[in-house]
């Protein structure tokens, strides 16, 4: 039996995760702006449920939901799983989207995962030391697999979040604390509905690039092909595995999406290697 504490579990991934995690006999400490959302977690499973409030996109939120979570009945027998989950889209092009709504994405997306593995891994490499290594995961996007016109902010903030992610791998390995992304594809939870912001300002020369991706997304709302129950249980499969992949892709969607992007990458590197390589000392 393990002790997750899951970010961001009043709606979607957060919480089919969670709900997830509780149905498998596992322990979870649950996380939202507002605890209220989580009470019917608490009630169904009030042995093995807590609930704490935590807004990733605020410092001193992040740093007392992390001593909250540690202080907390679950919390004190240790936290093995650290899922970084909570997060929200900002859709515009690049120049459609003002500094403010930069910095709050970035901060939510980016910054406050950053602050949260900071303030647990003491923790984490203190339990790994006496023979429990944990596991971190964090939920990227398929705007990290490649990114899309009108996602430029938000990509941004997921591949940092994975450029994190990939240090803490190598950084983390000699403990034995593991370090894994899930990279979805569109699933059938309420992102698009709830969780996207818009750029502050509309520009016509972005009508055919941004623009269209913003109708597209207007009108695969309820219609995507991922099933978040299924996701779920395949993360928690995934973290059971004594060798986790990196990245978790998920979703045939995100898959295939993947087999392009890393296609295509292949054969530019081919296609441009003999200049690029022509960049070092002659030997």
Known sequence: MRTWL???????FGRTLAQAALEAGERVIATARNPETLAELTRAYPEHCDAITLDVGSRESVLAGAHG??????????????????????????????????DRNFAVNFFGP?????????????RAATGTPGMIIAMSAAAAIANYAGFGVYGAAKWALEGMCESLRSELAPMGIK????????????????????????????????????????????????????????ILQASRSATPPARLVIGKY??????????????????WEELGASADFPR
């Open 6 to 12: 899951i970010t961001g579990c009043s709606s979607g």
């Open 69 to 102: 979570a540690l202080d907390s009945r679950l919390g004190r027998e240790g936290i093995d799983v650290l899922v970084h989950n909570a997060g929200y889209g900002l859709i515009g092009a690049v120049e459609e989207c003002d500094q403010t709504q930069i």
């Open 114 to 126: 950053l602050q949260l593995t900071q303030a647990m891994l003491p923790h984490m490499r203190e």
């Open 179 to 234: 370090v894994m992304m899930v990279q979805p594809g569109p699933f059938r939870t309420e992102f698009i509905a709830r969780s996207l912001d818009r750029g502050s300002r509309t520009i016509d020369a972005y009508a055919r690039t941004s623009g269209q991706f913003a109708g597209l997304l207007s009108r695969m709302n309820g219609k995507q092909p991922g099933d978040p129950q299924r996701a779920a249980h395949a």
């Open 254 to 271: 995100a898959i295939e999406k993947a087999k392009k992007r890393n296609a295509a990458s292949t054969a530019e590197l081919t296609a």
